[in-house]
């Protein structure tokens, strides 16, 4: 009586994914040092400002007109450090990418367009209403001296193509037009970053 040889089964080389332990670890980490980086946001606004208020800034609130001035300038600076964050979120910067994870990374970096914006567009409003007063004229007359300041032109520019990307990025836009023409008109937020640091 002959018995056939009992078969193995294939080895296999592939190692066992990860538990869901130690998935439940990785997301917990990964959203601690998201809220890291929200954190270092802040503190990156903040250190703007400080920079500000510490080289003469703090003594530019005498008038209204003053105050009003170094408000838009506040509001410049923190929408400006909040443009370079998002810039940084979606450079795919590997320790980025391996510590929170590309899709948190582009997750934060939405959310930081629209108040990026406002701040942006606040920046340029405030600035006119300041810079009004203390000339003594309304804010639209002021566009005209504003804009013959060196780097000025620049900045306006920059302003409208932040606008563009902002609006084209919402989702009831962005659904009609191809992912190619979308990431092109987005990659105009680096050109508007290089238009607006001048002005600074």
Do not use: N
Not at 99 to 113: C, E, P, T
Request: with cysteine; charged share 15%; hydrophobic share 55%.
């Amino acid at each position: 009586m002959t018995t056939e040889p009992a078969t193995r089964a294939p080895f296999s080389r592939e190692r066992p994914g990860p538990s869901g332990l130690d998935r439940r670890r990785q997301f917990a980490r990964r959203a601690r040092i998201a809220d890291a980086l929200a954190t270092l946001l802040c503190a990156s606004a903040a250190v703007a400002v400080a920079l500000f208020l510490s080289y003469g800034g703090a003594h530019q609130f005498g008038t209204l007109a003053d105050a009003v001035t170094s408000i838009g300038i506040i509001a410049g600076l923190i929408g400006t450090d909040f443009v370079l964050v998002m810039v940084v979120l979606a450079a795919r910067i590997p320790i980025i990418d391996r510590s929170i994870g590309h899709d948190r990374a582009i997750a934060l970096h939405r959310a930081l367009g629209k108040p990026a914006l406002y701040l942006l567009i606040a920046h340029g409003v405030v600035l006119l209403i300041g810079y009004g007063m203390s000339s003594g004229i309304d804010p639209i007359s002021e566009i005209g001296p504003m804009l013959a300041l060196p780097d000025m032109p620049l900045a306006f520019v920059a302003l409208g193509l932040l606008i563009l990307v902002v609006i084209t990025s919402l989702v009831a836009l962005r659904r009609r037009y191809s992912h190619e023409l979308w990431h092109s008109v987005h990659l105009l937020s680096y050109l508007a970053v290089a238009f607006a640091l001048p002005h600074q």
